[in-house]
């Protein structure tokens, strides 16, 4: 039997041209479904992985038009969360697929006005400032608070902001300064920085107690992820080239990330740039340094602290467990509080739908996957629940508060400086396998 003959791309020069292989590595056995949150929300195959690469190829060969309302519709409701990659046993590049694909979609219809804004906010410093600045006093003066009550999402984006206010107390300790384990700078982030500057003071003094000296890197910017995932890729590489430039000129051993989405598309900065011949190299030593901050505490040890008595249940985020895939060093980061007591949480690698801008142009899908990530986070009867990304802080955090759930989202190593504060500091004998 003859091998059925190659269509060609019906759209040559676009994003989706260029990712044929990903699209014919998919053999729709249908092991996606199951770990697709969209899937199981809605039960649409066009909302499956494997349904919407379907529609990716009938995009490419012409068989659908690239401005087809079903596939805007169906592309736009993807959130990105990639627990399809870690699924799939023929390793299709789902993420890169779809970031190419609506890439290529956007030629054809606009993003919405709300996402073109918010897109342009983070890619311009002189915008963002001021705009994190705001949420930063609606947050201090406990207007977001009051604001959360309101009906729909209005009042979730309220409750969002003031979910970002770090749910536990510490003082100074001392922090050593001997970097035995090499030089780092922290990618500061976007959010990170505007509302969980703590959370970001907290990374520099673990980072520093486990042996790592903590370097700045002024002049670097959004890490594009954002853009990446909505399609406009030529912002986020603008983006990208910045931040290559601001952590070379730091000369580190490694980026830190405390940010899953940002190390993420850190990560992958040597795919997104392959193309440009004067930054393809030097994107791919910078991904190779990007760590996020869970695997180089976990390679330090941590070192240990008796902690509090905390119960606490712990949210994998997507785009560390399925876009970098990893998965036991954060849980590693909470085991070195030895007081603190795990619990498992069913479905901890499923996502709750924040993913980005997708909470705000599709919220009732938003709201439907982060209903189950609820119900299981309230039967853990955990004070925390730790996760490791400002997005899921921010839409487990908002959605526990509307429900009434007596449980607080925080990053894990607030909870491993605040451990440490209340020991006033790091065992003297260092960290562990120093």
Known sequence: MSASPVVPCALPGTPLAGVRAGIDACVHCGFCLQSCPTYLALEDENDSPRGRIVLMRAVFEGALAADDPSVHTHIARCLGCRACETACPSGVPYGQLLEATRATLNATRALPLVARAILAVFSRPVLLRPALAAARVLRGTRVAALLAHLPGRAGFAFAM??????????????????????????????IMDGLYTATNHATARVLGVNGYAVRAAPGQRCCGALHAHAGDLDA?????????????????????????????????????????????????????????????????????????????AYDAPCHLVHAQRVAAPPLRVLAAIERLELVPLADADQCCGSAGLFGLLQPAVSDAVLAPKLRNIRATNARFVATGNPGCLMQIGAGMRRAGVECRAVHPVDLLDAAYAASGGPPASGPAGA
């Not at 510490?170 to 700078?185: F, H, I, N, S």
């Not at 440009?276 to 695997?295: F, H, I, L, N, T």
């Open 161 to 190: 902001l003031d979910a970002t206010r770090v749910p536990v107390e510490r003082r100074d300790y001392p922090v050593p300064a001997d970097g035995r384990r090499g030089t780092v700078a922290l990618l500061d982030g976007c």
């Open 236 to 312: 986020a590489r603008a983006l990208a080239r910045s931040n290559i430039a601001a952590f070379e000129r730091a000369g580190t051993d490694w980026v830190a990330v405390n940010s899953a989405g940002c190390g993420a598309m850190g990560k992958e900065y040597g795919h997104l740039l392959a193309g440009d011949p004067a930054w393809a190299q030097r994107a791919a030593a910078m991904a190779a340094r990007v760590r996020d901050v869970s695997e180089l505490l976990a390679e330090a040890g941590p070192a240990p602290t008796p902690g509090a008595a905390w119960r606490v």
